[in-house]
């Protein structure tokens, strides 16, 4: 089950806690790891911080954007200790990872880690269908990115093994295959250029309707299926327009 | 409850990790660290490690066996990796936590940590009450110390605290007050409408394009505003093809 699980960290800034966070990943049973636009990578700091887990370091996926890191998944959470305006509504760790476990026998599922400093971007939660969060003091919620992906991959693992009772998934007709990030992404494009070409969404104005619809769908968790007849319904308001 | 409990780690050998501790013990509100025969501290990398958790290092203290660290606890668990013929049970970290809480109401409750390459001595084992483990990989079972350190303190406050979500930063949320069924079916009834227009839907053969859209949307718990949007771009959609 945690063969369908990658981990993937975003422009993080010391190579160090790259190989921390493949340590960490590895004494969970964790090993698909993705790193979007490392700012030092490969680095041997990234080795000597990996001690026993430089496999993952030598198969990492380097990407040059969150949505190539995500082409291929199902679904996607971002980790964050800040509540947004924008993102999905935040869900605790332990809560994640049993709904992780049970989204990772449709696909893969990916964890999403932001930088040391500054944390995801709002554009790069909004990619995300889930946000979660590591409860911590509120006095001092400063998480060291090692031990983020540390207590996730912790979680995975005894959701996986613990002999904790499976999440429950909804007994629904029609279900579909969930889509990939890339048709969901399709989607939002189609229906962006659709709001255009009818005057609702102004180019020059666009507020945050992309992200409010971003908030709603993303909360659904598409499937083909679902993909396929809103791009159908899409596709028939262009046709009709033209004609 | 938090406060009674005290993080001793024993003969550490790399002052980074001690940083990490201090840091990972603050994160989840514990403060109280002892280091038996530390190698090297203090240290600019124990400082540097621990961000802003230096006041935990200042604080510490300093001791020259386990016995002078152990000595006013009423109790004391060592975490261990590996399973002793001569030590207590091993129980698992989060079952661990929930024991150490019950405890830490009757008197000062340590959790020791060993050196990073040998673990605890039998000895030092044999000074405590439990055996901790915390669960991993077969293959691959090296955890890094402050990255163990980090699971117990974690485990420790969810046992505390349960999992808060995080304070709220930016003021407004996104949401809005959800939308009634009244709200909800005008939508249905006007996408209905649209498809019609547009060909998408034929009237005569529906199908269960209907049924798959509600399932659909039926997932989402809509909101008052976000009806508005869905209403407004099937209202823009009709203004354009009338024109």
Redesign the interface.
Known sequence: MLENIRIVLSHTSHPGNIG?AA??M????LSHLALVNPKKFPHNEAVA?A???EDLLVNAKICSSLNEALADTVFALAIS??????GPE?I????AAAEVLALAEKGIVALVFGNETSGLSNEEVQHCQRTV????????????L??AV??LC?EL??AA??GHPPVQTKA???ASPLATNDDVERFYTHLES??V????LDPQQPKR?MS??R???G????ER??IN?LR??L???E???RR
Chains 1, 2 share one sequence.
Do not use: C, W
């Open positions: 921390a340590r960490a590895k004494t969970m049973g911080r001690a026993g887990a200790a800040r509540h947004r305006n924008l935040p605790q760790a332990r809560v969060f590591i409860p911590a003091s509120a006095e001092y919620t400063s998480l060291n090692g031990s540390q207590i912790y693992r005894l093994f613990g629904v007709p029609f659709v709001m070409t009818t005057g609702f309707l409010k619809l908030r709603l769908f909360r659904s968790d598409l299926d679902e007849i159908g319904i596709d028939a308001v046709k009709k327009i």
